[in-house]
């Protein structure tokens, strides 16, 4: 996997267009200045950068695609505290930072030829567009391509409209479900009722090739790695997004521990083999 230059300095960026996507998540479309492109074109779906919001702080995000050619970025964010809270009120034109790409990416070229499952649970959907995208542009470099996506309703389903158009164009097989669906909830169609392990439930596919991209919330993980794995599913092969609170993005501040590891550098993508012998890590 990827290692990520060390950088602890925050290049100027700003904030070029915003779309809300719920009602506490947004997408942000960020333009960083010219000498922070080369180092961001490196990027790697999974890996993380590090956004200032002036007078507020700095917090990780995965981006939620590849830079486009233009040199932004989508970074797709949640309303949940101080930083965030903040950056929700930027306005395009705002001024922010960034730092990166740091820590481990997906590893793409293990990967190529093979199966790729990506099972995302609510926000999880954000750091695992950048390897959805990835893989659709590269399609012919990988075998099937299906994405299962829960959300907790209808209304908090992201990027859906995205994925259904990227569905119908024929190169990944898409399922989606949500929680509970309100009677009166618009669009509850092509949406199944229940929780993402349950549409893992009789899925028939070859788990003796497949690669299996996670990312959702902490509770998520055991339940899924146990039922890929009851599937056929190597451990090696299972490749874990997580989270910690984190500062420096480096490695020098340990903020980030998980057992002997750092987030931060040796994730934020694990192979669920690694984290056999850390239980706080899931
Ligand atoms: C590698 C990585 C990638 C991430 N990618 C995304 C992304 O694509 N989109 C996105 O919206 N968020 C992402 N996050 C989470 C994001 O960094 C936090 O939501 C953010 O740091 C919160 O900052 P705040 O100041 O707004 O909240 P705070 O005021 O610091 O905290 C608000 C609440 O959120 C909790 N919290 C804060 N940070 C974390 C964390 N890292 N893990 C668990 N709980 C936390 C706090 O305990 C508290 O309850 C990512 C985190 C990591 C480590
Ligand atoms: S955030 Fe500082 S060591 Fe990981």
New binding site residues.
């Given amino acids: 996997m990827k290692q990520a230059q060390h950088t602890h300095v925050p290049i100027a960026a700003r904030l070029i267009e915003r779309t809300d996507l719920s009602e506490d998540t947004t997408l942000f479309r960020i333009a960083p200045e010219e000498r922070a492109l080369a180092e961001l074109s490196s990027f790697v779906p999974g890996q993380f950068v590090q956004l200032s919001v002036p007078g507020a702080g700095e917090i990780p995000i995965s981006p939620a695609d590849l830079p486009a050619p233009d040199g932004t970025l989508e970074l797709c964010v949640r309303r949940v505290g101080h930083v965030t809270e903040l950056l929700h009120k930027q306005r395009p034109g705002a001024k922010l930072g960034i730092r990166g790409p740091f820590g481990s990416g997906f590893p793409l070229r293990e990967m190529a030829g093979r199966p790729v499952l990506l099972l995302a649970g609510g926000l999880g959907i954000a750091p695992l567009r950048s390897l959805l995208m990835h893989l659709l542009r590269q399609r012919n470099r990988y075998g099937e391509i299906t994405l299962m996506y829960g959300a907790k309703q209808p209304r908090l389903m992201l990027f859906r409209e995205e994925l259904t158009a990227l569905a119908a164009e024929g190169g990944m097989r898409l399922y989606l479900t949500v929680d509970f669906a309100p009677e009166t909830a618009e669009g509850n169609h092509s949406c199944a009722i229940g929780l993402l392990p349950d549409l893992l439930k009789g899925f028939r596919f070859d788990a003796a090739t497949t690669y299996a991209a996670v990312c959702g919330p902490p509770p998520l993980y055991r339940c899924l790695v146990a039922d890929l794995e009851r599937a056929g599913v190597a451990a090696e092969r299972i490749l874990l997004s997580l989270e910690r609170r984190?500062?420096?993005?480096?490695?020098?501040?340990?903020?980030?521990g998980l057992g002997q590891k750092?987030?931060?550098?040796d994730g934020p993508v694990f192979r669920a083999g690694e984290l056999k012998g850390i239980p706080e890590a899931l």
């Fill in positions: 984190m500062r420096c993005g480096v490695g020098r501040c340990c903020h980030c750092l987030c931060c550098v």
